[in-house]
């Protein structure tokens, strides 16, 4: 049985059919074609494709036209490739859901120097769906923000355990009881990739450094960012399912002999069986669920991540969460 047919979405105004990366990207492959212009120049204007290629930008626009969230959540934004996906998406669903995208970040570059290229090529009532914050993940106080919310997109783009202790002690428990999906950048998925990257090559052991060069591989995740080992320690604490977005275009997409039509409609820019993200959702079953207590200024994990201290703790949970993998099915 797979995910989509675990569990579905009880929504009286929004289809039940359960989300998946690989049906949005299917069902909105009409909606992406109809913005293919407009997503390739926001991609093409912010600059930044080492950031988040084109495809990624449209699977990411088209997971949230498929959820129809009313907010979308983003922490880290950088320059901004992913928060012109939401935006866009939000301008499309104004009419459905009145989507507000709400964009956390540490650095001001979306307001020095992306907005300004962007407000050259839409106009100005494009960003109204929009606020950016420049502020402190960790800090921020986010029950104002979710008090309202029915549907939440939660898109995890900043790194460190310590912003994944804000959001599985703090920003999860308050979405426990909400219509959610959370999207995870920066892993990818062990079944997909080239037999290559298993090599460690010129690469030491990865230890604890935020999308440095080294990289470790744990089940069916190959990622170089702390988050994604507490990930899979929560999911597989709550019997979640952690899956890749390119195992989804595999089912949906590749096994359904779909592929053709897709690269025929959005080429190469705007279709790929790559995605480089995860996902996961507490909307798989009923709770109960486990969070972790929030530690706060834990010595080993607040800004410390590069210490000798946190290399030693972050092998010995390589270590543990290599024996707890055992138990997760790929």
């Known amino acids: 049985m797979n995910l989509k047919e675990k ?9 039940t059919e359960a989300f998946t990366p690989g049906s949005a990207y299917w069902n909105q492959r009409l909606a992406i074609e109809k913005s293919k212009d407009r997503l390739l120049a ?13 495809y990624q930008l449209a699977q990411l626009f088209a997971a949230s036209m ?19 996906a939401f935006t ?31 407000s050259k090529i839409v106009p100005s009532a494009w960003f109204n769906p929009l606020q950016t914050l420049i502020t402190d993940i960790i800090t921020f106080n986010y029950e104002p923000i979710l008090k309202d919310a029915r549907r939440v997109l939660l898109f995890w783009d900043a790194h460190g355990f310590d912003i994944a202790e804000c959001v ?29 990257q298993t090599d460690y090559g010129e690469q030491g052991l990865w230890n604890g450094e935020n999308a440095g060069r080294g990289r470790f591989r744990i089940g069916i995740v190959d990622s170089a960012v702390a ?3 507490s990930a899979l320690d929560f999911t597989n604490r709550n019997h979640l399912t952690l899956d890749s ?8 997409l590749v096994q359904k002999g779909r592929v053709e039509e897709m690269q025929s409609l ?19 079953h009923a709770a109960p669920y486990t969070f972790p207590k929030r530690q706060g200024n834990d010595k080993f994990f607040k800004h410390n991540s590069n210490s000798q201290a946190n290399a030693s703790i972050f092998k010995k949970l390589l270590i543990l969460l290599r024996k707890q993998i055992l138990h997760l099915k790929p």
């Open 227 to 229: 988050q994604a080992i």
């Open 66 to 84: 498929e959820f129809q969230p009313d907010l979308i959540l983003e922490l880290g934004r950088g320059f901004g490739n992913s928060t012109c």
């Open 266 to 284: 959005l080429g190469n820019e705007l279709f790929s069986l790559q995605g480089h993200w995860f996902w996961f959702t507490m909307n798989e």
């Open 7 to 15: 569990y579905c979405f009880m929504d009286n105004n929004i289809s």
């Open 42 to 54: 926001l991609s093409r204007t912010v600059g930044r494709s080492t950031d988040m290629h084109e």
């Open 88 to 118: 866009e998406a939000a301008n499309q669903l104004s009419g459905k859901s009145n989507t507000r995208v709400i964009s956390l970040c540490n650095s001001n570059s979306w307001d020095m120097l992306t907005k300004k290229t962007i």
């Open 168 to 196: 599985f002690s703090n920003i999860l428990p308050q979405l426990a009881n909400r219509q959610h999906i959370v999207l995870m950048h920066d892993l990818s998925d062990t079944r997909y990739g080239a037999d290559s």
């Open 245 to 252: 977005a390119d195992h989804s275009f595999d089912l949906e």
